[in-house]
């Protein structure tokens, strides 16, 4: 083991992801630079999408999975009038309809049906598995097949300018940005927005621009990250992420420990528990009034 391996930081880097590069290659590259390959992302971005995508170095690799849990926003650029085969501007054009004709109103309608929590088909080539096979492999196998809907919640779906691009003709660009819940897919909003419509749609851009309490402000591109390597003190990030619980010398003892302990009346969801020398011990959750380990970081 090097040692990079044994004695690198624990922490997030916030990834400003370009477009082309698939999220396990940018872990590819942040595992040469972090020198362990002990590194993981939170919430894959479609190799087209750009933006936020947060990695995990070391032992924040199992904060990840709580971190993907929270609120995301994109910008996005819809197109109505033509429908792909995988609902954005990879795939190849399956049926096409003029736009130009739908008014103002009728979209904002399309829209409200599409804010709130609703019940949303993921694309057919999502990572979604099926019987343990990726869902993207079954499409380009030929399988027909059906995915579930599954409940999603977009806080708001906003549009911020409405546009007919030169070519190709019949189309009108929608340029929107989205707040919503883990698990909701951006192309699928396309998707059934055009379809509500009567004229089909898909995704010709998406960025994100935050996930939880981390956005573009924070991120830094693979280039910026290549000249100067730094993670997030996996202390900060659990702070910035979760509500904070100070506990005592004992109490913390015991929890290194996986000892549950008393708790106080603590809110819903996973909380972030320090010792009294700062250390991120674990995040806990209340449980019959006592705190319930649901990861440890004490070791």
């Known amino acids: 083991m090097s040692r990079a391996q044994k004695d690198g930081p624990s ?9 082309g590069l698939t999220s396990h290659g940018v872990v590819s590259r942040m595992r040469r630079l972090a020198g362990t390959r002990r590194v993981g992302h939170a919430g894959t971005l479609d190799p087209m999408a750009t933006g936020v995508l947060i990695l995990g170095v070391e032992k924040a690799t199992r904060l990840l999975g709580h971190l993907a849990l929270t609120e995301k926003e994109y910008t996005a650029t819809i197109r109505l009038g033509q429908s792909t ?13 003029p736009a130009t004709a739908v008014t103002r109103e009728a979209v904002d309608a399309g829209i409200a049906a599409l804010t709130g929590p609703i019940r949303q088909v993921p694309s057919k080539v999502s990572a979604i598995k099926v019987n343990g096979v990726r869902s993207y492999t079954r499409v380009r196998e030929g399988e027909e097949f059906e995915l579930a809907a599954r409940p999603v919640t977009v806080s708001s779906f906003t549009v911020h300018d409405l546009r007919v691009p030169a070519e190709p003709a019949g189309v009108i660009d929608l340029d929107v940005t989205v707040v919503c819940s883990s698990g909701t897919y951006i192309r699928a909003l396309a998707r059934d927005l055009g379809a509500g419509l009567g004229v089909g749609g898909h995704l010709t851009a998406l960025r994100r621009t935050r996930v939880g309490p981390y956005g573009l402000d924070a991120a830094r ?6 000249e100067g390597f730094a993670v997030l003190p996996i202390e900060r990030a659990a702070a910035a992420a979760f509500p904070r619980w100070d506990v005592e ?3 913390a003892r015991l929890l290194g420990h996986g000892v549950r302990i008393e708790a106080p009346a603590l809110t819903a969801g996973p909380h972030a528990v320090f010792g009294p020398d700062g250390r991120f011990l674990a995040l806990v959750e209340e449980s019959g009034g006592q705190a319930r380990i649901v990861a440890g970081f004490a070791q």
Not at 12 to 19: A, R, S, W
Not at 90 to 95: F, N, P
Not at 221 to 226: D, G, K, S, Y
Request: aromatic residues 0%; without cysteine; negative net charge.
């Open 11 to 19: 922490g997030l880097v916030i990834v400003d992801k370009p477009g």
């Open 85 to 97: 085969v995988t609902d954005d501007a990879e795939g190849e054009v399956t049926g096409s309809a």
């Open 221 to 226: 591109t693979l280039e910026q990250l290549e």
């Open 249 to 251: 010398a004992d109490q």
